[in-house]
């Protein structure tokens, strides 16, 4: 096994880190507390080939693999970790599907857009009734037409309030095998939000409703028995969610190093404490181990979809390790990493939505325990 980057990828990922460090350093801070789209970074990223990393140069991407796209946001997330999300966006998730599974005319339609950095792409699968359950969705897609009309309401949409296009689950007909996905214009008649919330971590959110909302044929995208196929692509994604954890916490990790190298109490550098340098080793111990995790899912994967026991094994394993590396930083760092001045406290907040996102690190887990004893164990009574 060898666990070095190649050449190519060492340019790569030194070249991402150069961009960070010219356009992103600046404002990195301010980026973290302002929970709008960064449509800046966005189109920076754009213009140097910093989205559609993980999409064939056939569709406008950059013809890379998943490995890239791991790169990418670690080196983005070491100077900004708040733009490691357009990263996320532009490579990893829907826009991934969409580039998938989508047909000429719609990647013309909203691929363009999205890869040059002037909209962004939702998925909407969670709803009030079906959240870890998702198959228990209820937004219905009924034939109107040629098309079909679309009832329903999502939540916890990541970006809706500034998406183009949702990329939305709905249900043809009963049972999984009804369900598929369509691309649901958000300025359509009939899409309407909910009162804005936030999250923990400062990102929005708001309830997404689709009243009797028109979509016409050349807007399907998987029909019933699609979600399997959906699912698949939805790992990549789940990628992108294990590569922030651990790319915040090790934010997170350097920052309180740092200081601890620094910053001086009793008459010695706290990086002199015993109880702190044992700190650091844990934390160090699980940064590398999520690391070989994360790469063996990203690399296998290459330049298509990552394998499902793979990614579950790598993300419950990183979500968990993001969010006790921030904690602990904060920890080292005392009152100036609770403190908004410093963006561990931003990490670590970031870090606990991914435990739930993208499948919490409970039904990962169902996911492995059910690899390890090769039977499935069905969760409904
Ligand atoms: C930051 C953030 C971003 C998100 N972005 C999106 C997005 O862009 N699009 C989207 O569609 N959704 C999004 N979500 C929603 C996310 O996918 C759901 O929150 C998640 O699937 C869990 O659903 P729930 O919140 O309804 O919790 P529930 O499903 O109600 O679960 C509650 C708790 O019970 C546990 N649990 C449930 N079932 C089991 C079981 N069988 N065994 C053991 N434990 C179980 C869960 O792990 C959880 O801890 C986002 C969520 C967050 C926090």
Known sequence: MDFQLTAEQRDFRDGVLRFARRHLADGALARAHDPAYPWDVAK???ANGLLGITIHEADGGQGGSLMDAVLAIEAVASVCPRSADVVQAGSFGAIRVLAE?????????????LLAGEGVISVGMTEPEAGSAVTDLRTTATPHGDGFRINGSKVFTTHAWYADVILAYVRYGPGVGGIGSVLVDTKSPGVRFGDKTAFMSGEEWAQTYFDDVYVPPEN??????????????????????????LALGRYAFDAARGWALQRRQFGRLLAEFQGLQWKFADMKI????????????????????PSPDETSIAKAFCNQAGFDIANEAMQVMGGLGYSQDSLVEYCMRRCRGWMIAGGSIEILKNRIAEGVFERSFPQRP
Request: aromatic share 10%; charged share 30%; net charge positive.
């Open 44 to 46: 920076s990223m754009a």
């Open 101 to 113: 599974y989508g047909t000429p005319d719609q990647k013309d339609r909203f691929l363009k857009r």
């Open 220 to 245: 399907v995208l998987l029909r019933e028995g699609g979600f399997r196929r959906q699912i698949a692509g939805f790992n990549v994604e789940r990628i992108g969610n294990t590569a922030r954890s």
């Open 286 to 305: 699980k940064l590398d181990a999520g690391q070989l995790l994360l790469y063996r899912a990203a690399s296998n994967a290459d330049r298509g979809f």
